[in-house]
């Protein structure tokens, strides 16, 4: 079946610094990725949707100065959380609607947990 | 606009018992699906199932149970002889039209042995 592969799954940083995370289809091609977020005990909240060779479509409150998505190949779309703080700290998860499907199929990476200390 | 209400926040019951996590949409569309994930404790959201709006018919996965009801606009999800590994957090979803996938809140299932 479709895979999702979402790194890195943890990742701890100093207030200030940038981090990156990649979400990449494995063994399909997504025209299409979506990022989430998801605070502690909270539900999914979708931050953006990344169209390969464009730019990323925010949700009303997402700076997109702050979370830059880049979606260069139909494999893989990054999100790079920019001078991070500590209120940037969660749970980012990816995923990837196959070019080929018609039927809304979404699949999921596993996530990705940042820390920003 | 879509809306995905999960009504029960937790929920907690003891091994063997039958539970029933509830969904209610709402959407102004008639072509949509619902979904329902799994979220253990590592994170991943795990695909349960995927049902169109054309397609009421009731589903049945081992011990996995879906009401599709469009009359109420409920899609619930009954497990069976419930088991600790069931415990988890599990969202219902919905996508219509040309909007993106809406998450419920989520439904905590803390299944005791």
């Known amino acids: 079946g479709a895979v999702v592969s979402q790194h890195p799954s943890r990742v701890i940083c100093k207030s200030g610094t940038s981090v990156k995370i990649e979400c990449r289809s494995l063994?399909?091609?997504?025209?299409?990725m979506f990022w989430y977020r998801q605070f502690p005990k909270q539900s999914l909240m979708l931050m953006a949707t990344?169209?390969?060779?464009?730019?990323?479509?925010?949700e009303q409150g997402v700076e997109k100065d702050k979370f830059l998505i880049n979606h260069a190949s139909l494999t893989l779309s990054t999100l790079t959380v920019t001078s991070a703080h500590p209120e940037d700290s969660s749970f980012y998860i990816c995923?990837?609607?196959?070019?080929?499907?018609?039927?809304?199929?979404?699949?999921f990476g596993a996530g990705s947990r940042l820390t920003v200390l | 606009a879509q809306k995905v209400t999960q009504a029960q926040t937790e929920i907690s019951v003891v091994e063997k018992e039958d539970v029933t996590l509830d969904c209610v949409y709402e959407t102004r569309d008639t072509t949509y699906y619902l979904f329902w994930y799994k979220q253990p404790p590592s994170g991943e959201l795990v695909f349960l199932i995927r049902?169109?709006?054309?397609?009421?018919q009731n589903e049945i996965s081992g011990r996995y149970s879906w009401n599709f009801q469009k009359s109420t606009s409920s899609f619930n999800f009954t497990i069976t002889a419930s088991q600790v590994v069931d415990s988890a957090v599990y969202f219902c979803a919905l996508i219509s039209g040309y909007s993106t996938l809406t998450f419920g809140k989520g439904t905590m299932l803390l299944v005791s042995p």
């Open positions: 063994d399909f091609q997504a025209t299409t």
């Open positions: 990344s169209n390969e060779g464009s730019k990323a479509t925010y």
């Open positions: 049902r169109n709006s054309f397609d009421e």
């Open positions: 995923s990837a609607k196959q070019s080929s499907s018609g039927a809304n199929v979404l699949t």
